[in-house]
């Protein structure tokens, strides 16, 4: 199916159905709309659209499916697998206008948001009224809750309290068509029909377009304690994740971070409070939550029971609000302090948790054998290693032709240690090519079967997800 | 698309890949085969098939797809919505023999089953490790992990834990071709492709057949405690469930049944040591757990705090495990009591949990419209209602044509208070009359489209669910 560019008479229709503000076509904005924080990547839409209504979704979709122009919905474009890049051009669908949480339903634990609201900002309204959205991913202060629903986001609370797609209930989407649906019910268990709301969570934009989501909440905790583990070995490091689960604890995050990982962020930060022994390879950042302090110390206690058995430096117990903060703060910035040191592509692997040890060890000895270097965090409790590969010296030419077999190689491993080659930052542009990894043609078929009865043009984010 | 009924050449072939104990034509067995625990209705199937393995299922569908012949994939066949009745004969591929807990992963907190694996069995086999798989229908002792699979099962503890869908992380399924596929990864957060693990559960049998499933566990709770509360108004105690959790409690059981529901539960199960006083309208059955009793006394005594403001009789605090077991031994028996009494039909409608007053209130006043009794129980933290309609003295004429008018105004209502048509028993045959009231004929399509991706001759389960 080929799509068209842009032209004169589109820009026309779209400037007669929204605001002139919500209609751009300028470079500067085309330029702002052509990326998202993946590697260097970047393609210019023809013209950037911000709807501020349902009806101008529809309205748009219809349009462009009777056209045939591609559609690329955005959101605060902070992914990391290239969803929101508008690589055929056409219409950069921005959600920003979407920022509305419309209802506090505090009486049935659920709340009804735009999907242009900021995680971290629904977050903060909903814990003064004592309320628990949990996933939350480390740009939780700028990333959308509808890019979240599109990748199925996980962040660090996931190990205890579940990925996005737990807490999506229903969902108002736009249709290729034009058509608008709610695709559940807001209710805890539905058993009727085929799920439509979990087959959208995690669709990166390719089945249809998110304008509500009703989300389900939980009381939030009001206690919790973390500590920061430095290891002397990064593989016991993970080897220690999977012991404190079987201990019977289930943390609320247990997250994993090389000796770089750590270093690069304190730098990037300024931060010279936390100083890194030379001897120490790894850290576990690990927090336990819930609402009666007497039994979290009793977890604690247990948790370094487990760690006992490890070589580990002296444990920093954080002392108070202000410290969990600085600590997660740091966590948090690793991500981006990583990424400013060189060159880099990101992988997301994820595996069975008692599988960790072995991920570690295959992504260094593939860097040895093609030259690489590499950081690796994540969230380790789930099993979830971000990797991120640095260019450093490596020549042009190795990085732009041996690179991706070398990630093959990697990927395979992690299918043959049972996980698969994203855990929540999605497939998207430039994990597409490694689809065949995880599965065979037949499951590849019926994927390109399902978008086909959503998106029979294929206007929807084209080419993302599925060759 | 017509399917054809099994002939001798079918039963031949049949015969020729199967064992012959797991061919069986003989009117006894298609009568065993022909019903589930839906009602009265009963369709015999042309033939029933055991298979033994996946290449089994596998050259079974290969064969039916090409010869369009119906399957109707069956497990215990406890099921109330009718998935696993032949409507269309042909074959009631019975999976009676994938009867293997294959691997219990104590290390992941994962277990690999067979579809046939009786959900109780399960749950003790795991509970000897300190493992947890918390979803169990009130049929936990006879239904099998394939049929709750398929119907997205909750039961008692999902108002805590979930319901199944959360627990699955991956299945291996034969296609309408015969082709064997794996949906996911064994991993806890998964952002690859389009959710086809979520596509399969709950889709009742009609895309593919669920040859193993990959399930996560949890730690065992090794405390709970569990009290019995009489109110006597039922609208009260409906009341009371959403003030609970609003009390920032989650309980890990929250029941209700009306007066009538535990009366002849008693009275089955010939249990004469709970009275019921004459003024009790309803109870509710609530149990907290977790791993600190000091912590579940705190809860049950804030739980007593909210009840103070309702109008209940003395309270009955479970004193020990043989108390606990007859308390929700009376709980599992209501559905089977209930439906002793009388011609039936059972309703499982869904509501956000405050809105479970509104519902009652609907139901009853109904009842009053169009004249029948009705008993109501279920799992009211999750908003989960089962509406036994009793036929009693109802004219046979009545209950044939004016009853299906009264389940559409309830449904309509139901939707209306944001709820749905079914919780956790499946649309199945009895339901999909009424699938036009949560969907418009664009949510529909959608759901046809998936059908005809998955199974395009439709052999599968046909004229299930969908229209």
């Known amino acids: 199916m080929s799509l068209r560019a842009i032209e004169e008479k589109d820009i026309q229709y779209f400037q007669s159905i929204l605001e002139s503000k919500n209609v751009l076509v300028d470079q500067e904005n085309l330029e702002k709309y052509s990326h998202d924080e993946t590697e260097d990547i970047s393609v210019?839409?023809?013209?950037?659209?911000?709807?501020?209504?349902?009806?101008?979704?529809?309205?748009?979709?219809?349009?462009?499916?009777?056209?045939?122009?591609?559609?690329?919905?955005?959101?605060?474009?902070?992914?990391?697998?290239?969803?929101?890049?508008?690589?055929?051009?056409?219409?950069?669908?921005?959600?920003?206008?979407?920022?509305?949480?419309?209802?506090?339903?505090?009486?049935?634990?659920?709340?009804?948001?735009?999907?242009?609201?900021?995680?971290?900002?629904l977050q903060d309204t909903l814990k003064e009224k004592g309320l628990f959205y949990p996933p939350d991913p480390a740009s939780k202060g700028s990333c959308?809750?509808?890019?979240?629903?599109?990748?199925?986001?996980?962040?660090?609370?996931?190990?205890?309290?579940?990925?996005?797609?737990?807490?999506?209930?229903?969902?108002?989407?736009?249709l290729a068509d034009g058509s608008i649906i709610w695709t559940g019910a807001n209710v805890l268990k539905n058993a009727t029909g085929y799920n439509l709301?979990?087959?959208?969570?995690?669709?990166?934009?390719?089945?249809?377009?998110?304008?509500?989501?009703?989300?389900?909440?939980?009381?939030?905790?009001?206690?919790?304690?973390?500590?920061?583990?430095?290891?002397?070995?990064?593989?016991?490091?993970?080897?220690?994740?999977?012991?404190?689960?079987?201990?019977?604890?289930?943390?609320?995050?247990?997250?994993?971070?090389?000796?770089?990982?750590?270093?690069y962020a304190l730098e990037f930060m300024g931060d010279s409070t936390l100083s890194i022994p030379d001897d120490i390879q790894a850290h576990l950042l690990i927090e336990v939550d819930g609402n009666n302090k007497e039994v979290l110390f009793q977890e604690i206690e247990k948790i370094m029971e487990v760690l006992e058995a490890f070589d580990t430096d002296e444990i920093l117990f954080a002392e108070d609000q202000s410290q969990k903060d600085q600590l997660w703060s740091i966590r948090r910035k690793v991500g981006e302090a990583v990424k400013a040191q060189s060159i880099y592509k990101e992988e997301d692997t994820v595996v069975p948790r008692y599988e960790l040890p072995k991920l570690l060890q295959t992504v260094k000895s593939i860097g040895k054998e093609y030259g690489f270097d590499s950081v690796c965090y994540g969230h380790a409790g789930d099993g979830n290693l971000h990797i991120n590969i640095l260019k450093g010296e490596m020549s042009d030419q190795k990085w732009n032709q041996e690179l991706s077999l070398a990630i093959r190689k990697l990927f395979e491993k992690v299918i043959a240690l049972g996980g698969t080659i994203s855990g929540e930052h999605g497939i998207g542009l430039v994990q597409k090519e490694y689809m065949d990894i995880?599965?065979?043609?037949?499951?590849?078929?019926?994927?390109?079967?399902?978008?086909?009865?959503?998106?029979?043009?294929?206007?929807l984010n084209p080419d993302k997800v599925l060759k």
Chains 1, 2 share one sequence.
């Open 438 to 459: 995880p599965f065979g043609q037949v499951e590849l078929d019926l994927m390109k079967g399902i978008k086909k009865v959503f998106d029979p043009n294929g206007i």
């Open 44 to 121: 210019l839409p023809g013209i950037v659209l911000k709807p501020e209504t349902t009806k101008n979704v529809s309205d748009i979709l219809k349009y462009c499916n009777q056209e045939k122009i591609a559609v690329t919905p955005s959101g605060a474009r902070t992914g990391l697998s290239g969803g929101a890049i508008p690589i055929k051009g056409g219409v950069n669908l921005s959600m920003e206008r979407f920022d509305q949480i419309l209802e506090i339903d505090e009486k049935n634990y659920q709340v009804t948001v735009e999907p242009g609201v900021i995680v971290e900002v």
């Open 197 to 263: 709301t979990q087959l959208v969570v995690g669709s990166e934009g390719t089945l249809c377009v998110i304008t509500k989501a009703v989300l389900k909440l939980i009381p939030h905790p009001t206690q919790d304690l973390l500590i920061l583990v430095p290891f002397r070995d990064s593989v016991q490091a993970c080897e220690a994740v999977a012991k404190i689960f079987n201990a019977g604890i289930t943390p609320s995050g247990m997250e994993f971070m090389e000796r770089d990982a750590i270093v």
């Open 144 to 174: 959308f809750i509808g890019g979240n629903l599109s990748e199925n986001s996980g962040g660090p609370k996931a190990v205890k309290y579940g990925v996005t797609n737990e807490y999506v209930l229903n969902l108002e989407v736009v």
